[in-house]
Nanobody, 133 residues
């Protein structure tokens, strides 16, 4: 009943930037925490950035801190991921996700390291980001 559609992926050179968008539709009233995950070639899906319902609190993987910024527009029901200073290791399929849980609960589920994967309630189909050296 919840649909998440990503866009904005593409191919860029190292050091470049991309901005991903994710539009939520359907029964979104119970979707609170949202975020971006990625899965590189031969890798497990991992968290990139998370954001609370009101956008006041965010969480970033260490690999994303200082380079990526997550934001949202509740009127447009859209979240964004601004990615700057892209590196080849950022190459992955990026997935938008949402969950009925609040952000702090999602962060707690990641464990003390604050990274890794977590089972979210809703997922988009992903958008491919390729960064060449």
């Amino acid at each position: 009943q919840v649909q998440l559609v990503e866009s904005g992926g593409g191919s860029v050179q190292a050091g470049g930037s991309l901005k991903l968008s994710c539009v939520a539709s359907g029964s979104t009233v119970s979707v609170y925490a949202m975020g971006w995950f990625r899965q590189g070639p031969g890798e497990e899906r991992e968290v990139v950035a998370l954001i609370s319902w009101n956008g006041a609190v965010t969480h970033y993987a260490e690999s994303a801190k200082g380079r990526f910024t997550i934001s949202k527009d509740n009127i447009q029901k859209t979240i964004y991921l601004q990615m700057n200073s892209l590196k080849p290791e950022d190459t992955a399929v990026y997935y938008c996700a949402g969950d009925v849980r609040r952000l702090h609960t999602i962060v707690d589920a990641l464990g003390p390291t604050g990274h890794g994967t977590v089972d979210m309630d809703h997922w988009g189909k992903g958008t491919l980001v390729t960064v060449s050296s």
